[in-house]
């Protein structure tokens, strides 16, 4: 079993729909990550969570420390938004992160 | 501020040949890190470099290898190239890699290495 589950692995939605991409964890983490990957290849850091929720823009974070969960949301949604979104741990007394395999994201107009 | 550099974007190998990546980090970045990413295993962590030292290394192969120059750019090197290196090479540059909670890593547009 992967130590970082990411769930759906694949979603399709229509423009303007509301999305959830939801991250399960099974060790102890300083903190949390939310990547977006673009087709080529290019990432962007969205958020870094050790407690609570963070809004930017559209997106907003959460992460539930005790029950090992975070999810990402994205209010209505773009086709600019299609892309890979990748959940990543930062272990506790470690410098190394633990990717989940990413959730790819296709929205139609 | 520029972002971090990657070359080539682009590289197509043979079986048992060598590669050599380079990452340039933000200016001002001390830290370096290099991820492999292929379909099937997703991103993982290859190693990182801070001051010209390894600090962390993943679980790959020695044929994986890397260093970091004092300006902070950082090369990696495959050598003996398999089917299986076949891979999107990401490298990923902050301030300090130390203490997740305050620190952010950019990362460059990747190395997509193809090996026959």
């Known amino acids: 079993k992967n130590e970082v589950e990411q769930s759906p692995q694949n979603l399709t939605a229509q423009e303007g729909e509301f999305i959830t991409i939801n991250c399960s964890y099974s060790v102890g983490i300083s903190a949390l990550h939310w990547l977006q990957q673009h087709p080529g290849g290019g990432i962007v850091s969205l958020f870094m969570?050790?407690?609570g929720k963070k809004k930017h823009g559209r997106l907003i974070a959460t992460i539930n420390i005790q029950e090992k969960h975070s999810s990402l949301h994205i209010t209505a949604s773009h086709p600019r938004d299609s892309a890979v979104y990748i959940c990543?741990?930062?272990?506790?007394?470690?410098?190394?992160?633990?990717f989940g395999t990413g959730t790819r994201l296709q929205v139609f107009p | 501020k520029a972002g971090v550099t990657q070359t080539p974007r682009y590289l197509i190998k043979t079986r048992g040949q060598q590669v050599t990546l380079s990452c340039s980090p933000i200016s001002g970045h001390r830290s370096v890190s290099w991820y492999q990413q292929t379909p099937g295993q997703g991103l993982q962590f290859l190693f990182e470099y801070f001051s010209e030292t390894q600090r962390n290394k993943g679980n790959f192969p020695g044929r994986f290898s890397g260093r970091q120059f004092s300006n902070s750019r950082s090369e990696m090197n495959v050598s003996t190239l398999e089917l299986g290196d076949s891979a999107l090479y990401l490298c990923a540059s902050s301030l300090n890699r130390r203490g997740w909670a305050v620190n952010l890593e950019f990362f460059g547009p990747g190395t997509r290495l193809t090996v026959l």
């Open positions: 990543a741990v930062s272990p506790y007394n470690t410098d190394k992160l633990i």
């Open positions: 969570l050790s407690s």
